[in-house]
């Protein structure tokens, strides 16, 4: 089946610790998005990646990190630099051309212990 | 900066109802539109794209608009029932590629 795989599915870090967030895609998609979600707000899009070996940052970058190596993977980084990384992480796929359709993973519930 | 609002921000009804729901943007220059539902600790699902050239969009019970000029889009659902509970997200596609999402209308369908 096509789609979008995250893993793991809840991962725990301590004070200082670095994390890394997988999302893979089988879907054939240029675009990648990495987005963020706390209670009761809106998703918040932290990096997004339109091709291999390029991305962007989005509306709150500051102590995360991503890579585009393969055009199926986009993990996200989790920094100690992040003092507040509690949250739901959501990662999403798309084409490139302008009617393009997201579709999103089922999420990592990261939580700092 | 773009910016999503999303009317109510929740709502609980009793089965059967018709319901609207509201998302407007503050800048107008969006290439589509997307309406996902988001069940409790799950990912997004998509339901409805409204593409560039396209006004409406309908699937099912559903039936979302959206109106360019002005920003705002409207999900239409009919005959509520108590498996449409859930969060609904709108999130425009934005010239710099990326997708804008609202804050969401929690629904809650009463049996």
């Known amino acids: 089946d096509g789609g979008i795989t995250q893993s793991p599915k809840y991962l725990f870090r301590k004070e200082g610790q670095n994390v890394t967030l997988s999302c893979e895609q089988n879907?054939?998609?240029?675009?990648m998005y990495w987005y963020r979600q706390d209670p009761g707000q809106g998703l918040r899009l932290i990096y997004y990646?339109?091709?291999?070996?390029?991305?962007q940052k989005g509306d709150i970058a500051e102590g995360y990190s991503v890579s585009r190596e393969k055009k199926e993977s986009f993990p996200l980084t989790v920094t100690s630099a992040q003092k507040n990384p509690t949250a739901f992480y959501l990662c999403a796929s798309s084409t490139t051309d302008r009617n393009v359709e997201a579709f999103f993973g089922q999420g990592t519930r990261l939580t700092v212990v | 900066k773009q910016e999503v609002t999303q009317i109510p921000a929740a709502l609980s009804v009793p089965e059967g109802e018709n319901l609207v729901l509201n998302c407007s943007f503050t800048d107008s220059a969006i290439y589509n539109l997307q309406w996902f539902r988001q069940d409790p600790g799950k990912g997004l699902t998509s339901l409805l794209l409204i593409q560039s050239s396209q006004r409406e969009q309908t699937s099912g019970r559903l039936n979302a608009s959206l109106d360019k000029s002005s920003g705002r889009s409207t999900l239409y659902i009919a005959a509520s029932q108590p498996g449409d509970s859930a969060t609904y997200l709108c999130a425009g596609l934005n010239y710099g590629q990326n997708f804008v999402f609202g804050p969401g209308t929690r629904l809650s369908v009463l049996p």
């Open positions: 990646s339109q091709i291999v070996n390029d991305f």
């Open positions: 879907l054939n998609h240029d675009a």
